[in-house]
């Protein structure tokens, strides 16, 4: 029977999001709060089967294109000098795709803790960090897990004092928002409200719950599109029901809402059911 590794693949939210230009190389030159969540999904490997093999419920691989699980695994292992042996991965999916929340970008970053813990348990974290920067931007992150300030491409990393406890409210709407758009109206216009990062940063070096939940800011909801009015709605909604603060996460179109009182965040996510999927979650420290 074969020996199956299992890891949890926890979202992220992002508390702050900023946007400082458009780079050289064609990427966008980031600086965002960011903060893993304890709403996850859970990634399976085990060794066998031809080439690699990745399952998931709803998912076709694509023709003739490599899936970013093995696009990692592949540089996991070239990182190591040997050849990659056969591996079959399975995921199943709790965090919403196209939501914001990292859930692609986590399911990779399990993926490569569970390589590291079968193939390299001495592999040092920021070595992991880097081979999923070959991978994608905001993976280091994801990795790493934690409170952490992200800049650059999202893959120059600081560790932040953690987010003090609460609870944290998610709602998705029933609709993507292509992140591309997003990118372009924000370079084609001069951004007005920017959100405040050095208040954030103190509020969470002074454990300030209400000061850093006050300058939850994402310079996306300034370039938002008036199809996607829902987001500030939801927003509305989660404020009105007792949030600290609320803000969209990433380039949306979840939102989120920060209680201190898990009896107020069970109640805000009853009023956001009829506005999309609602889930409730705590913040999470480094991932191991």
Known sequence: MKRTFRREAPAKINLALDILGKRPDGYHELRSV????????????????????????????????????????????????????????????????????????ADVAALLRLLRDRYAPEMEDTTLESIGAEVGSDMPFCVRGGTALAEGRGEILTDLPPLPDCWI?????????????????????????????????????????????????????????????AVFTIRDTLLAAGALGAGMSGSGPTVFGIFREEFAAWEARKRTLPQGESYVAKPLGKLS
């Open 34 to 105: 960011m903060q893993t969540v304890s709403l996850c999904d859970s990634v399976e490997l085990a060794e066998g089967g031809e080439g690699f093999t990745l399952s998931m419920a709803g998912f076709t691989p694509p023709e003739g294109k490599k899936t970013l699980e093995q696009r990692a695994a592949e540089a996991f292992f070239a990182r190591l000098g040997r050849e990659m042996p056969p591996l079959t991965v399975a995921i199943t999916k709790r965090t919403p795709a196209y939501a914001g929340l990292g859930g692609g970008s």
């Open 169 to 229: 409210v998610l709602c998705k709407p029933p609709f993507p928002i292509p992140t591309p758009t997003l990118f372009a109206r924000a370079d084609s216009i001069a951004i007005r409200r920017r959100p405040d990062i050095p208040g954030m940063l103190e509020a969470l070096e002074n454990r300030d719950l209400e000061g850093g939940a006050a300058r939850i800011g994402n310079v996306f909801e300034e370039v938002l599109p008036p199809e996607f009015s």
